[in-house]
């Protein structure tokens, strides 16, 4: 599986372990940056990794910043992704099943390295439900094209 991943200067120390965790799991990494904990803006990179899983070059994304939001609102500006911050493996568990989200945000200042891990796993493993769900998603996606 590719997984674009991608961080700003709060998420930097966080994504480097998650790279690693990510890359023990035989997963292909594409890393979209930040490559330093100098600040940046995340829009910068948050906006290129979504657009890599929209057009089907990664699998997934995940992105960090320091609570996870800011990188959410940018990465569903993108059509075709459903970017979900995710606090804990239920939420990571809910929101694949329910929303086929293809995104993970993720708050380096909220999340301890080792409950992302966590997160991650429950995210990659778990599928998209359907069926009624479908129906939900189809509706989210025709708002874009309003």
Known sequence: M???IASDHAGFELKKELINYIKSLNHQILDFGTYSNESVD???FAF????????????YGILICGTGIGMSIVANKVQGIRAAL??????????????NANVLCLGARKTAPELAKKIIDVFLEEDFEGDRHMI??????NLTRL
């Open 86 to 99: 995710c606090v804990d493996e239920d939420y990571a568990k809910l929101a694949r099943n329910h929303n």
């Open 136 to 141: 939900r998603v189809e509706k989210i996606h």
């Open 2 to 4: 590719k997984i674009a």
């Open 48 to 59: 290129p990794a979504a657009e890599s899983v929209a057009a089907l070059v990664a699998d």
């Open 42 to 44: 995340y829009p910068d």
